[in-house]
């Protein structure tokens, strides 16, 4: 048997169900490498103790018929955890402590999964490279001084490091797959209200959705099994049959269509990743799948469109954070200063100069010409998609435009940071599910990450070829453990 | 309307006309609250129903309250207003201590209800009064700056509580309008039970705009708001008192600025609260945790066959059925308590009696002591058997009214009062005709003078055998024998 924390969640799970394994070694053998690993940075908040004594509970009375038997389970600190201090990676939540449970871990916990801690991530999800986290920046296991990507770059770095079987991230504008992309793991973001937003620290409501991170494809179909749910809680949860993920999982792709996008050549990409997107493509010829050339001619308006459409949101949904009630408050001599004071202490540079863009967008006088037209391109980038699915059952795009940056490469020009999104934020403005894959490394033997699109609620078809296209890249991370400390 | 009902104020030989509209907040008569399932009790013990959402907890959503929209969908039929298939819920961006989200959701540009109309009864005639909308929002919670000298306090039982916007036309011409308008209003939602119209305990709060304009110019004026008024005296005396010192700005040759005021109670003023500039920029947006509101034809047929008959209604079938003055009908529908009050009682009654009786004695014993007629000391059935009595001659109607002052006392029943108290009227020919007797042979000086011509007397004979018959003889039967016997 290999090293317990380098198996994926199938291994552990089969080997749970056969005794092989008792949850409170798995637990212990993911605690023990988090301790040596403190140098990742990867969490904000341990859940160790409890996490091992839910373990010994598991182990007395195992129920091996759930999904995730005993499995402990590392995740985002943008997920509402009761009685865990729950972060979002920002000051002004610094000693939050929920009283509740948000919808996708609590479909964790039922299934026998167990909080193992909280992972880093870019402050209220707002960055491409975790550096934005109060919580500091976290190193990316594939080399030192690399950013881990993001928001959800902790869990990421966690999973690639085997510091977390699998994990949930959260993903408005890419902050899953782009991470995935740059740590040589998978990440899927669900079509938009497949998951439930109750619990999830808002970002921008109309395009935040939580998905699975975990090392392969199969592992990511048994994750979206447990966490996509119907959920009244959340108003933009949409009732409809979901699949039996990994039950249905099959590499039989052929006769699917899938299209290749040529707006997505974007000026300056690097020739690997042009690479990339090739060997991509013939391995999907090699699968029986047919390559469709196809345009999506709004794309280039996606990016634009984003940064006013999620700031404007995040600039209302994070009004709440104002000392009154909760988290994070600087004494003022009267209620003005206290606000100014709570949030400009409170907030990080990148989350004010959100809400400050989101502000102005709103603002009277200027919501029609930003606001108003955003929403209409967003349609148009919607109406780009339901014209290129009307002849294609999938999309196959790069993840990311480059591989993981050096940390502070990108701190001082947020547009270039920015940039990092062009190929993932199309899919969260028309709400459509996308997964990152790994499917090559560049010229730093950095890994690099193909992106597979698909129709509302067809993640099925995307885990398909992505589980195809897996098996004939056969990629492998090769992650030195350089950080680890005894 | 007559002229010389016009609400003008005079200024040297100019006269002024006051442009009102309002802008009511109702709050919606729900059990729990318009996005979460607090409690809406009024009363409780501060921060006492307040739930994750309604504290604005991270990563809380709205749900909506579906019995809200059907009431705000009831009420908008109440106002013979246009039912919008589609509206959608905003955010209005705000910074408060006492609105925990930061933003309160409310509806802009697509409320749930359009355009519609509320008749008013005035003394010359009837009103209509435009309503240009009526929109669902939440409450804030309520920030308390008189307990501790140091701190504000926030109490947030009231967050997220339903309330109906209420948007009228710039058609109110007077203090006694909008008396009767809100009156009217109250009653039109107190009939469909979307409002209970509570003033004391803020179900009802308007906003008023007032401006002024010579009278016969056809354009506006400059107007004002005034903010948050919860009671109607205080809207007259607000309204008047705006108009007066926009009047007073223009007669000295200055301009109004269009601005926000508060009302001083107590200096019978307005004051300035915040000038157009200062204006807040809400910065409204579709809210994006809750998608459009889609309602359907059927959901509005089902509740306009729900609805039951509304005031205007009900007073044409009590005009047209009951032969009632329009002025007495009026009266006895204003209020949907009263008119089922009224309906029980002439059940099984005489419904002229009744509706002297209940317009009557019961309003001012209600008046008196300050109650609604939902507390009457008096029942209804109770008030119908007095009737009978009177009506079936058993008592008087002077009888009547000494058996009504003891029913007060804890609703007894008046057949009770008039059998142990010997109150029965006396209807007996022979028994008059020998009490008659008695005042003639007793009286036989005054019998002279009547036969002599002094007819005035007669009344004095009536007088005399009530007397005799310890005021329980029957009036007609004592007035027919009299005249038998004095003219005979």
């Known amino acids: ?486 | 309307m007559s002229k010389n009902s016009e609400y003008l104020i005079d200024r040297e030989n100019k006269q002024y006309e006051v442009i009102i509209g309002l802008e009511v907040h109702a709050q919606v008569t729900s059990k729990s609250k318009l996005f979460s399932q607090s409690s809406t009790k009024f009363g409780a013990e501060p921060n006492t129903q307040v739930s994750l959402v309604d504290a604005a907890f991270p990563g809380m959503l709205p749900v909506i309250n579906e019995f809200c929209i059907e009431q705000a969908i009831k009420t908008g039929i109440g106002l013979k207003a246009k039912i919008n298939k589609k509206s959608v819920f905003d955010r209005k961006n705000y910074f408060y201590a006492d609105l925990p989200q930061g933003y309160q959701i409310s509806q802009y540009k697509y409320p749930i209800v359009g355009e519609g109309k509320v008749i008013l009864d005035m003394p010359n005639g009837q009103k209509e009064i435009g309503i240009e909308r009526l929109h669902l929002e939440q409450d804030a919670g309520k920030s308390i700056h008189d307990i501790d000298p140091n701190n504000t306090l926030v109490d947030l039982n009231r967050s997220g509580v339903a309330l109906m916007e209420i948007v009228s036309k710039p058609d109110l011409r007077s203090p006694d309008e909008v008396n009767v308008y809100i009156k009217k209003l109250r009653s039109i939602m107190r009939y469909l039970g979307t409002c209970d119209g509570n003033m004391q305990e803020g179900s009802l709060r308007a906003d008023v705009n007032v401006s002024v304009r010579l009278k016969g110019e056809t354009e506006f004026g400059t107007r004002c708001e005034i903010k948050n008024v919860n009671s109607i005296k205080f809207m007259q005396m607000a309204i008047i008192s705006e108009a007066n010192r926009q009047i007073d700005l223009l007669e000295e040759g200055n301009e109004i600025d269009q601005e926000t005021r508060l009302f001083d109670t107590k200096r019978n003023e307005t004051r300035s609260m915040r000038s157009k500039e200062d204006a807040h920029d809400y910065r409204y947006f579709p809210d994006p945790d809750l998608l459009p509101l889609e309602i359907s034809e059927e959901l509005i047929e089902k509740i306009k066959s729900d609805i039951p008959e509304l005031p205007d209604e009900k007073k044409k079938r009590f005009i047209d059925k009951f032969n009632l003055s329009p002025y007495e009908a009026t009266i006895l529908v204003s209020d949907i308590e009263t008119s089922n009050f009224f309906e029980e009682v002439i059940k099984n009654s005489d419904v002229k009696l009744a509706t002297n009786w209940i317009t009557g004695e019961l309003f001012a014993v209600l008046n008196e002591k300050n109650l609604e007629i939902s507390q009457s000391p008096v029942s209804a059935k109770n008030l119908s058997k007095l009737i009978n009595l009177i009506k079936d001659g058993t008592i008087s109607g002077k009888i009547a009214k000494t058996v009504f002052e003891q029913m007060i006392d804890g609703d007894q029943d008046p057949l009770i009062i008039v059998k142990e108290k010997g109150l029965k009227q006396e209807s007996d020919p022979k028994a008059i005709e020998e009490l008659i007797n008695k005042v003639i042979e007793n009286n036989s000086d005054k019998v002279a003078e009547y036969k002599s011509g002094k007819d005035k007397l007669f009344g004095f004979f009536v007088g005399q055998a009530m007397k005799e018959s310890k005021g329980k003889g029957n009036p007609q039967l004592i007035n027919k024998i009299l005249k038998e016997k004095l003219n005979g």
């Open chain 1, 1 to 486: 048997m290999s090293d317990i924390t380098s198996q994926s969640l199938f291994e552990l799970t089969l080997n749970i169900k056969e005794k092989k394994l008792s949850s409170e070694e798995i637990t212990k053998a993911f605690i023990d490498r988090a301790e040596k690993s403190r140098k990742l940075n990867v969490y904000v908040t341990d859940n160790f103790e409890k996490a091992v004594d839910q373990s010994k509970k598991f182990d007395s009375n195992p129920n091996l018929d759930s999904k995730l038997p005993g499995i402990p389970i590392a995740v985002k600190d943008l997920f509402c955890t009761i009685g865990v201090r729950t972060t979002a990676g920002s000051k002004i939540l610094n000693n939050f402590v929920p009283t509740y449970e948000s919808t996708v871990t609590q479909n964790l916990w039922n299934h026998g999964a167990i909080l193992l801690g909280k992972l880093n991530c870019d402050e209220f999800a707002m960055g491409s490279s975790n550096e934005t986290s109060f919580f500091g920046n976290v190193q990316n296991p594939v080399g030192e001084k690399l950013v881990p990507g993001g928001s959800s770059g902790g869990s990421s770095a966690a999973v690639a490091a085997n510091l977390t079987p699998v994990t949930i991230g959260t993903d408005t504008g890419g902050s899953i797959r782009q991470p995935a992309s740059f740590t040589g793991t998978v990440g899927l973001k669900p079509t938009y209200g497949s998951c439930s937003r109750y619990g999830i620290v808002a970002f921008a409501s109309s395009l935040d959705q939580a998905g699975p991170m975990t090392k392969n494809v199969r592992d990511c179909s048994m994750l979206l099994e447990v966490i996509s749910s119907f959920d009244q809680k959340d108003s933009t949860s949409i009732d409809y049959k979901r699949n039996n993920y990994s039950k249905e999982l099959s590499k039989d792709i052929k006769g699917k269509k899938i299209g290749i996008p040529k707006e997505y050549r974007v000026d300056n990409m690097p020739d690997e990743i042009e690479q990339l997107w090739k060997n991509g493509i013939t391995y999907a010829k090699d699968c029986g799948a047919e390559i469709v050339d196809i345009s999506l001619p709004h794309t280039n308006y996606a990016l634009p469109t984003y940064y006013i459409v999620a700031p404007a949101e995040a600039s209302s949904n994070l009004a709440r954070y104002d000392g009154v009630k909760y988290g994070f408050r600087s004494p003022g001599q009267n209620l003005i200063e206290m606000y100014e004071k709570t949030r400009s202490e409170g907030f990080g540079d990148e989350v004010k100069r959100r809400i400050m863009i989101g502000t102005y967008v709103l603002s009277s006088g200027y919501y029609d010409a930003y606001y108003l037209k955003a929403q209409k391109v967003r349609q148009l980038i919607k109406k780009d998609f339901d014209d290129a699915f009307s002849k294609v059952d999938a999309i196959l795009t790069p993840s990311t435009p480059s591989s993981a940056f050096k940390i502070g490469e990108k701190t001082n020009d947020p547009v270039s940071m920015y940039l990092n999104d062009i190929f993932t934020v199309p899919i969260n403005l028309a709400g459509l599910p996308g997964i990152s894959i790994p499917a090559g490394k560049d010229k730093n033997n950095y890994p690099l990450g193909l992106q597979v699109i698909g129709k509302p609620f067809d993640e099925q078809i995307i885990l398909n070829i992505s589980y195809a296209l897996e098996d004939k890249i056969n990629f492998k991370n090769d992650i030195s453990d350089w950080w680890l400390s005894e």
